[in-house]
């Protein structure tokens, strides 16, 4: 029983699955933090009256 609990200690061939995707949840997290703050600048550039976006798209 010794060795079997020994080499299960030992072995390490899922670490590195689980690093990739402990690297690629962290990335995701990014991204969609990312794409919220450049969703709220953009919604502030077309909603804001002086700015020059807003008033090019405007129906005039």
Excluded at 31 to 50: H, T, Y
Aim: glycine share 8%.
């Amino acid at each position: 029983m010794k060795p079997l609990l020994q080499r299960f200690l030992e072995d390490e061939t899922g670490a590195t699955a689980i690093e990739y995707g402990l690297i690629v949840a962290v990335l995701s997290l990014a991204i969609v933090g990312g794409i919220g703050k450049a969703a709220d600048a953009i919604q502030w550039l077309f909603a804001d009256n002086n700015s020059k976006l807003a008033n090019a798209f405007a129906q005039h």
